[in-house]
């Protein structure tokens, strides 16, 4: 069956310094792939996506790219502000509208 | 505005007391899904549905219930809630089976004694 997994947290940072919450999936077909993120007493927010093999999704200042040789879609973002503290996870999407989750990352920056 | 709304927020119940949590989206989406978050598990889904009368068991269905009567609401039910089943309960719907981002409620908070 599908899977993701995500980089065990939580993650710590510094502002302004370079974030990457590592993505790994398993799955049949050619999925979509997704970062969700959630900030505190809030849904999941869409942050970025990318459809097929080598594209970059990019938002914010984040980016991921698709990676099929190495089955990721990691996670990274140059300078990272105390607004990133947040929930992030990693997704992917087959059919149907069925995303399959990873287990999420919290990341918390310092000033 | 296009949204996702989910009542109640938050619900304390006791276990064998039937309950409903609402959902509806405002966006003519096709598809819509439960999901339930526990802590280091992420997000599993429960059900989801196509379209009107159409639905199906997710990841872990087992202890729930849904109904697609109408396009724009996506009831869960809960027929004899047990302490296991205590989470947090997302909606989402999205206009697309595999592309499209889904929106998601603001999610429901139940606890089951």
């Known amino acids: 069956g599908n899977s993701v997994t995500q980089m065990e947290g939580p993650v710590t940072l510094s502002e302004e310094a370079f974030l990457t919450i590592n993505c790994t999936y398993t799955a049949t077909g050619y999925p979509s792939l997704f970062w969700y993120v959630q900030y505190p007493g809030e849904g999941l927010q869409l942050l970025l996506k990318?459809?097929?093999?080598?594209d970059k999704g990019s938002n914010k200042g984040f980016e991921a790219t698709y990676r099929k040789e190495t089955t990721s879609f990691h996670l990274e973002k140059g300078s990272v502000q105390v607004s990133d503290s947040a929930v992030y996870f990693c997704a992917l999407g087959t059919s149907y509208g069925k995303l399959t989750f990873g287990q999420g990352t919290i990341l918390t920056v310092h000033p | 505005e296009a949204q996702v709304t989910q009542n109640p927020r938050y619900l304390i119940t006791v276990t064998g007391k039937k309950l409903t949590v609402t959902c509806s989206q405002n966006?003519?989406?096709?598809?819509m899904s439960w999901y339930r978050q526990d802590p280091g598990l992420g997000l599993r889904q429960i059900y989801y549905s196509m379209n009107v009368e159409v639905t199906d068991k997710g990841d872990v269905p087992e202890g729930y219930k849904v109904s697609r009567k109408e396009k724009r609401n996506f009831p869960l039910i809960l027929e004899s809630p047990s302490p296991n089943q205590t989470s947090l309960y997302f909606c989402a719907s999205n206009s697309d089976g595999r592309y499209n981002e889904q929106f998601f409620g603001p999610g429901t908070r139940l606890t089951v004694l």
């Open positions: 966006m003519n989406h096709e598809y």
């Open positions: 990318a459809t097929k093999a080598d």
